[in-house]
């Protein structure tokens, strides 16, 4: 998709559709020449609503295989003004909005509704491919630039959808090691390296190999590097799980529950595609990402329930189910995250846990941190808030860590409880931190597919990378 500055409205030509805001309308509307898109109760409306909006536009074009539309800049900023009343970034800082940011705002949400995964459907030539210009009216250059931000941080987003979206048998630990090193070839301040099973092995990381045992294919750790800051400055570490496919193990998932487990490498895909995001837009801050990738199988060699792992910390973990399997291979990144970067901060990312469904639905990602200290989750919250990336927080108490005892090891993978699943696993993790190291975890299960309402394609969402593109350098 391409925006242009329409700086001379009378070239435009016949084709070309108008999209138009309308509050007095019962649904939308087309007749042949002007789209008019219906605004609910604009006053209680958010910002958030009005990325809906923005998206609904799209969409709704889209379903009219509409190719090219000229939208006017003031109406969405005069929708925006009305919002602003109730906007969500305004109840959670108590700041509004410039022109700019609503630019942002539009440029990131028509690229992120524009996109659909079309790569497994056999195309027919001349077949309709979404819109493919959007003249805009009445937006200066530096609005325009900042539009620009928007599509391209969305565009990064789309590729984390993408890359989330293919089915396990295509997306691989190894390709999806070999996609990073191509992804990251020609882009600046970034190394990738990657670590084979035998690499694995000399970094002892007893719980990811554990989890790797019964796959035909070789687990990875990829490592991206970004270097936009201080060279002594310590680095934020983002830590994402990719499963390639959950199985659940030999404590195999029911087949319903089993469906679309090849998207439980969201983690690694977002993390991958913050770095890139933030290597893009050239941010002033050091940030390493770190991948650990599986696929949990079942095999021959498969690990079992009842084994106990070795980790990299030197900790045992009794295996008590083999389907709580992410925060097995997360243990062993963030001690090696702890051990080879000193990072200022970790924030690890992982569809998680079911629990985290069952506690918030599916319109929020989970934030939790061991530490009431921690500035964290605050500056998640602002992130959220300015990028429609919901995140709500819950607790991980010490209580929550008795849960997580075993009789025969150091830690069971396994609470000893029923209830509270999102918590006791973040809590299993907060174990492997380092004293006083800074952490936050992001259970995003909730937010692993979009769901109706959210205005945008079956699949993947790709949050929390603009997040977490806008977290990097406010750390
Ligand atoms: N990948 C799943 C969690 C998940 C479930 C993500 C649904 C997205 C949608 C995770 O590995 C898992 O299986 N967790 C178990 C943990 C349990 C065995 C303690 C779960 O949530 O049931
Ligand atoms: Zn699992
Ligand atoms: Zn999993």
Not at 58 to 75: S, V, W
Not at 77 to 95: F, I, N, R, T
Not at 301 to 326: C, F, P, Q, W
Request: hydrophobic share 40%; net charge positive; glycine share 6%.
């Amino acid at each position: 998709m391409r925006f242009q500055q329409n700086k001379e409205k009378s070239s435009i030509k016949k084709s070309v559709i108008t999209i138009i805001f309308d509050q007095n309308i019962k649904s939308n509307r087309f007749d042949g020449k002007v789209l008019k898109i219906k605004i609910e109760d604009i006053k209680n409306a958010s910002l958030y609503k009005l990325r809906l909006v923005l998206r609904n536009a799209l969409r709704t074009a889209q379903a009219q295989e509409i190719e090219n539309l000229t939208i006017d800049f003031n109406d969405i900023y005069k929708l925006a003004e009305l919002a602003h009343v109730k906007s969500d970034v305004a109840k959670v800082v108590g700041e509004e909005l410039s022109r700019a940011e609503i630019a942002q705002m539009l440029g990131y949400e028509f690229v992120l509704a524009n996109y659909n995964f079309t790569d497994y459907i056999s195309k027919k030539k001349d077949a309709y491919n979404g819109i493919k210009n959007v003249y805009i009216n009445n937006i200066d250059n530096k609005e325009f630039k900042e539009l620009n931000i928007g599509q391209e941080i969305a565009e990064v987003v789309n590729k984390s959808r993408t890359v989330s979206n293919t089915p396990a048998q295509d997306m691989t630990p190894e390709i999806l090691a070999t996609l990073t090193k191509d992804e990251f070839k020609n882009i600046k301040n970034t190394t990738v390296k990657i670590l084979n099973k035998k690499q694995i092995q000399e970094q002892k990381m007893g719980a990811l190999l554990g989890v790797a045992q019964g796959s035909s294919k070789e687990p990875k750790l990829i490592t991206i590097e970004y270097k936009g800051g201080n060279k002594s400055d310590k680095p934020l570490v983002l830590i994402g799980k990719a499963v390639t496919y959950d199985t659940g193990g030999l404590g195999l998932k029911p087949a319903e529950g089993m469906v679309d487990m090849h998207m439980d490498m969201s983690g690694g895909s977002v993390t991958m595609y913050t770095l890139l995001s933030i290597a893009k837009l050239g941010l002033k801050c050091n940030v390493v990402g770190i991948i650990p990738v599986t696929e949990n199988a079942i095999g021959k060699d498969s690990y079992r329930n009842g084994d106990i792992l070795k980790s990299m910390s030197g900790k045992t973990i009794e295996v008590r189910h083999t389907d709580a399997e992410g925060r097995l291979i997360l243990a062993d990144a963030i001690t090696y995250a702890q051990k080879h970067y000193k990072p200022k901060a970790i924030i690890d990312i992982a569809t998680l846990t079911g629990a985290a469904l069952v506690a918030i639905g599916q319109h929020a990602s989970l934030i939790m941190t061991n530490s009431c200290k921690s500035k964290l989750p605050n500056i998640a919250r602002k992130c959220g808030a300015e990028t429609g990336n919901k995140v709500w927080q819950m607790p991980v108490w010490d209580v929550y860590k008795t849960h997580m005892k075993s009789k025969v090891a150091d830690i069971s993978n396994l609470s000893n409880v029923r209830w509270g699943g999102a918590i006791t696993a973040a809590a299993f993790l907060s174990e492997f931190l380092d004293k006083d190291q800074d952490w936050m975890h992001i259970d995003i299960a909730p937010r692993m597919e979009a769901v109706e309402g959210d205005n945008l394609a079956h699949g993947a969402t790709g949050e929390p990378v603009y997040l977490l593109t806008k977290l990097a350098d406010r750390v």
